[in-house]
């Protein structure tokens, strides 16, 4: 097949380099041209992914040779790693995809607070968007860099947006509750993710002190046109994909719980990845696994005047490669829903 | 073993009557006099549960049989069907601990309206008490029916009653997320805990709507001394056992999270089954798996005023039947530990 | 798109079913004409799986229905059921692919002696033909029906058929130690798979009793050239898809390792679906996950002299839905792999 | 308590060893009086357990100090390693009860061949038994070493030895099939049970060359009275605890299914912990789970004239830490089943 743009990924042995490889193998317009790998340079993908053997057996070249390759660059790299990358690519007039953190946050002193460290390219910066295409589609369209967005602020920014951006919920506050699969951690074995440490087993972790939190609260000040404030607490689940976020924020005086689904329903009714659920049913992970759907469900206690959101997706996927594709399809004006338009199994 | 007292489990082959059962055959002063199931009467236990086979080949019979051979009785039973087993044995001095939800609430138009059906015996539930003996100890030893908590409400009152006390949340708008096993559904096989569709899934139910709701504001409002309100949210988990509640709660002004840890440690100091964990360690469901314990862990998120805290419990153990036992302890002046000082499997 | 055949569903809402549906929305050349469902008929597939909503809200219908519309009909249906179907289908000129057990086996006795009933349009069993693609390719292709094999079954049949037919291995006595997905299981709630009961629990069922012994023993006596005999020992494996058969067969005088090796890299080089691993790689049900390959790996035990076959399928795939759809591809001369060509994912 | 005697464990932060502490601690007549641990020494056990917080906090100090403390010291190391700690306590008058390999192989070459080192002290191993109760209880009685079986074996030897010593079924060429659950890969993570490899997943490992291979045929020859011979294929479970096997063998000419199972029931009849289950009732993993029970079940293949029994225990149990402690109740004289008669939970 004559496919029209040459991609590449850099950092592909990680989960979500290989979720990448694995979803732009089958895009329509895409063709791999080429890998990377700090940990595995020199192997096949498939020795590190027997699940791919026969399917993509190729080698794990160095970063430099997947920027010559490549048209668009997907870089998924533990954050601070990123940033030459970026510039590698900008230089060359690639496109540049991150899937780490650090193209995600407009302020510095946050990034610094954050992340420890400071910014080496602030113009880059400038340059660069934050890729949530339900909510930035049109910035996104003409960028050269895309901060692909956490898998957690994923699933909290397209479960809050509406109700904040039409003021219906007080921005300050609000109670995030989420819970991501195993995945979420990486390749890395580590002793709580070493099975029978992990399965069987639920906790919280990083309580109010998660690396997302600036994150999630820069996209619902935007939302709300004023400053947004978040706890958020993540917490383990023994599953392998997928994040649950359970939302509570303040309902502004009168707002009901029939107008706050009206709203939804006509926000989302053309985005092709958000699916509000009728009414008794449910999100589940299950649901949207290995695919790029975010389901959404919403209540209201009337007792104590909350707006409950519930959403779901595939942390891999809408959460990061699949998201990553989608920002990629807008760069190059493919079809939004090219190559990542995987329908969950049942089961 | 010249046992000191005779015990009678109704509902013996639902989940908790059967923990209850395994629990009681090892506790050093009761002997399982008979049990009693409606499903399975005439069957033998071991029937049902293979695990008990050469251990308990009981068969069961009738409640009144039960009521008869016992000096005290466990019902594990659906709402509305204790009423009359509990006014057999007092009428018959028996001392009656109710699992179920009929002795839990003192007004009864929480249960008229989250049960659907009226107190059959009013002067009764004057007689019975709610059985967390962490917190009624000394109200418990003297009834002679125990209203044995919900296990959310366990982990919930457990989880915020010092800081109630004390004044140092407000004890309105809390927010509690939930999380528990699969065993809290009971033993009835459903679409939702059929195996393929509740591994690797994830999902809120009753949410804002769960009858554990009324429970868990009579406790905290006892707790506070003033009306609490909540905002309830179960999960279902993919593991067996276990119970995380997450609590979010507005902390008063100039409260500092150095303070409610000293409080909490003060606090359950004596308290054999409840373990405050020092800072830096996560409460984990499979740290207090098969045993009474709950533990506990705290923080601030000093951003948003909120205090949260985080507590686990076995649902079917401090959550259930371990917890019954306990009050059992208490009725009969035995050590409270005796029979349910199981030590938690590290894995 | 206007797309070459109409294509339908009977028995849309089992999982076989419900896995057909999902794959056939994507397959390049069919249209998903009709689906029925004797459960759910009237109701959308996607109140039964959420997952499919706003995928796939077509409504059940009758079989009659089905057939009507399509070109090609398959059922997946409890044996017994499809043989009405088929006989509507063959007269009204339209394929028929069945997912069941009513044309998986040649002798009219095995079928009455291990599912209860006889044949009831015998010509009809003599126009079908038993569909594993990489065995019977050429046999498939002018058919009009096709019993699509059992799962353990087509397990056993790609991880033996290379050693029967070249003699390597006596056709007597072989075990086959089998391993399920609870998938396999089917949609309906049982006690067995009610989550509690089957996470965390391992048992072998049906041990020299399972109805895929005779259909088994068929292939393999075909692939041998003489009477095969197996001892089939299944068990149900707490993980949702993915079937593994560990297979013990006594090595011909002679064989070594070597040999049996190069055979099955021979045998399979040009089989899209088949992967003989590399040595020292383990065959893993969940490298096949989701997708229609099957992995095998070969060991010899010089010490007892036998050859050790691992092979692993995804059972609701190659095992029922996408080996269903290859030999669809196969009756419309579509490329095999039209629809099917998923790519594991790696977690 | 004044308890009788004092017991120590070297390696008490291992799996198996953190599951003897676990034990001991309730143990009527055992007083836990220290334990070591070369990863953790100077730690509190319950800094690597939190299970054990303010139930056993105890420092992990050198296995001098274990030594020196104790009556009996438990080793829970892996092997090469228990023989010098086995010599000094031997010198010093203590029992040893070693849970590695170091004690479990008569034959000096089979250790050579199989873990690449040779026998330190080769009179000790004249001096040790090896520690399955129900097969070599007087043996064991005045031994004041142990080696105490590996999982694999116990499960195996309790399957076979009624038919091996009978001469029912034939002692070569038997097919073991056995699946663990991942507790028995050790505490330390690697890749293969990081959880979203591990769960899900299955498959075989060290298939026909595990080093419970001969240990397994040592057994089994005493049994059979002549040369056993086996093919072992261990296969990794995604539960934490349990070990299924497997076990196919030739029946000598004549014998039945009826006189099998009779000779099984006659000699596990006085067996506490060995349970031959009825007719039509399957051993399930989960119902011998934080138990020292090993379920066996049997069936006869007369199609192909094989026995098939199938064993479970669970593998830190039976398997490892409730075995050992069994073995010390026999060397002091004490109740077989002291400190090890846990019931099985149902769930």
Redesign the interface.
Known sequence: MNKQIKVGVIGATG?AG??LV?LL??HPHADVAAISSVSFEGKQISDV????????ERICGSSEEVIAASNVVFAALPHGLSQDTAEQCIKSGKKFIDLGADFRLDAREDYKKWYGSDYKYPELHDASIYGIPELFRNDIKGKSIVGNPGCYPTSVALGLAPALRQGMIQP??I?I?S?S???GAG?????N?????????????K??AHRHTPEIEQTLTKMAGERA???F?P?L??????I?S?M?AKLKEGVTGEEIRRLYEDTYSNEYFV?V?PKG???????????NYC?I?L???K????L?V?S?IDN?VKGAAGQAIQNMNLLFGFCETDGI?M?????
Do not use: W
């Open positions: 989960y290989v979720e694995r193998l089958r992914y027997p699940s791919m053997r026969e399917i993509c300050q506050g109670v509750d819970k699969g195993v995945t390749r890395k074995p580590t002793q993710t070493h099975f029978p440490e992990c399965n069987e087993a639920f906790s919280a972790y309580v109010a404030t978040v706890t607490v917490h689940l023994p599953v392998n994909r997928g649950l359970t509570y699916r659920l049913v449910s999100v589940d992970v299950r649901n949207v696994r290995c695919s389901d469900q209540y209201t206690d007792h104590t005047g909350l409950i519930t779901v891999m338009d329908i969950p199994p049942a089961f």
